[in-house]
């Protein structure tokens, strides 16, 4: 029972952690504008994420621009765009493999032990993806942050860390702590038991060793 638990758990945390991967891609608040220096400018803030690049002005209005060709990116970028796409299939194919081998499903058979197996397969796979994203993520944070303190990086051109990467870092902790759970969730191989046990000490002996003649 508490294996199943574990399971679901497990299950339900990786969840959550790849609808925040997928949230996290698509918000264009990778990284925002740094006002630092003594060129303050609050009238507009500038965000970019992994596909598009956005301005955000004072009087609310939000205009936002998709990047035009892929050959035009960064190789920095298009690592991280690869390495999220990826992280969220595996973890979706993950969550698919989880599924059929959780013991409250019906789907998989009725042998505890394939399907204990299938769990862990299942969550093996949740951390290759979860491992994928985390390093997208981490990889991308260590870019902003050479950038940023790189004294010939102009002060209008500096950027900090913006609210999606740390809903994608949230998502891939996550989804690697389920994934953690549902891999660990497979049990011990035990010894099978005769079904009549044997009583030691005691011979068989067959009637015929029983009886004795006597001349």
């Known amino acids: ?14 969840l959550v952690g790849v609808i925040a991967l997928i949230v996290g891609t698509i918000l264009p608040q990778w990284k925002m504008s740094a006002y ?15 596909w598009m690049s956005c301005a955000f002005q004072s009087t609310g209005q939000l205009q936002c ?16 765009r690869a390495l999220m796409i990826v992280g969220i ?8 493999v989880a599924t059929m081998g ?15 197996r299938t769990a862990m397969t299942g969550g093996i796979i949740l951390l290759v993806g979860a491992l994928c994203a985390l390093v997208s993520c981490s990889w991308f944070a260590h ?36 994934g953690a759970m549902l891999a660990s969730s497979c ?16 011979s068989a002996r067959s009637p015929s060793s029983s009886t004795k003649e006597y001349v």
Do not use: H
């Open 1 to 14: 029972m508490a294996n199943s638990g574990i399971q679901l758990l497990g299950f339900a945390l990786s």
């Open 36 to 50: 630092i220096g003594d060129n303050i400018i609050t009238a507009v803030a500038m965000y970019q994420g992994l």
């Open 65 to 80: 621009k998709i990047y035009d060709s892929i050959l035009q990116l960064d190789g920095a970028l298009q690592a991280t």
């Open 89 to 96: 299939i595996v973890s979706i194919a993950g969550l698919g």
């Open 102 to 116: 959780m013991k409250c499903t019906t789907c998989g058979g009725n042998n505890k032990v394939r399907k204990s």
């Open 143 to 178: 870019n902003l942050i050479r950038a940023f303190y790189n004294p010939y990086t102009p002060v209008n051109t500096k950027f900090e860390f913006g609210a999606a990467i740390f809903i994608a870092w949230g998502g891939s902790f996550l989804d690697l702590l389920g």
């Open 187 to 202: 049990p011990r191989s035990k010894k099978p038991v005769p079904k009549y046990p044997v009583m030691s000490g005691v």
